[in-house]
């Protein structure tokens, strides 16, 4: 009497051999399978590694700006700030930070215009990202002209071409001196963009931001925190956007997968009825099918992923990209980072995988449980 291990690798043997004996159903079906796995879970990955990316950008990212608010508008911070806000209970440090945006009409682009905390350009120069420098074809050692806010040209020489973890960061991005973007935008010295705080106690977090809303009524506290599930949730909106497109054919393939499954051809009924009347019991006959269906759906499954994987991390997620990313005049150019959640994966595991391998047991019960010369017959 063979064991329980010997009893299943038998079947899984003699189903293995059921599939060979009609390949072409089962190699179009896997096919179907394996390209609608292959979508899903490239949508699924994408989407993790940009928010990887997003989560890599922010890590060095200030715990709390504050902005100050005039009719509802971002404006400028006075100075006057910096010390009432050093006052405060918690707040391990403070500082001014200067940063706009302005529009080229030369590419029709807005850069990123920044000051940096340390290591500033010398006056006179700047350092600019890779999609800027790209676009107006700038290397080290040219001039770049652009019209300051009193409508006069302002000339500042390339010193530095930006090399950054992620393009995502700095493709726009234009490094001045303090002296050069006062200037430049004609932003008063006692004035700032925004203040950036630093927080002695992470778990105070909350509390500073609570100070903040009552000492500076006019500003708003931003957590960074809140700007990581600002990213997450635009990131989700975009996935849900390419899942709603392929609803369709999702639901073609479900429709399609059914149909193979529960539909048995006359071939196969006569083929179970055989197997009953030589001794098969019914239960040996559903897990039979079981097994032939777990191969397929398996298989798919496999295929499915790694073929994603090589579409997102070896590709360049070509299909996707423009949805996901967003567009720009100056676009990034990056390598997404491999990045798997688990969660999304078991998930795509069992809304794939179960659904077809539970479609075959039906049917199966059906015919197997009748006599078997009436279903030869």
Known sequence: MPSAFQRQRYLIDYSLMALGRRPGKHLGLLAVYTLIVAVLASVMLFSESLRGEARLLLAGAPEVVLQRLEAGRHALMPASYLARIEGLRGVSGVRGRLWGYHYDPFIGANYTLMVPPSDAPLPGTLAIGAGLARSRGLE??????????????????????????????STDLVLLSEQDFRAFFGIPADHYTD??????????????????????????PILREEVLRTYDAVFGWRQGVVFVILLGSVLAFVILAWDKASGL????????????????????????KFWEGAVISLSAFLLGYLLAYLHVFHAGAVLFAPVLKGWAVLYP?????????????????????????????????????????????
């Open 265 to 288: 051809s006359a071939e196969e009924r006569r083929e179970i009825g055989v197997l009953k009347a030589v001794g098969w019991e019914t239960a040996d006959i559903m897990r039979m």
């Open 140 to 169: 080290v050692g040219d001039l770049l002209s652009l019209r300051a806010a009193n409508g006069e040209p302002y000339g500042l020489k390339v010193a530095a071409r930006l090399d950054t973890e992620s393009e995502l960061l």
């Open 195 to 220: 203040l950036v705080l630093q927080v002695r106690n992470p778990r105070e977090v909350h509390t500073v931001k609570e100070k903040l809303n009552l000492v500076f009524p006019d500003s708003r």
């Open 333 to 377: 150019d990056f390598a997404p980072l491999p990045s798997v959640d688990g969660l999304q994966l078991a998930t795509l595991f069992f809304f794939t995988v179960f659904p077809y391998t539970l479609a075959t047991i039906v049917p199966i019960w059906r015919v197997a449980t009748r006599d078997p010369d009436a279903v030869m017959r």
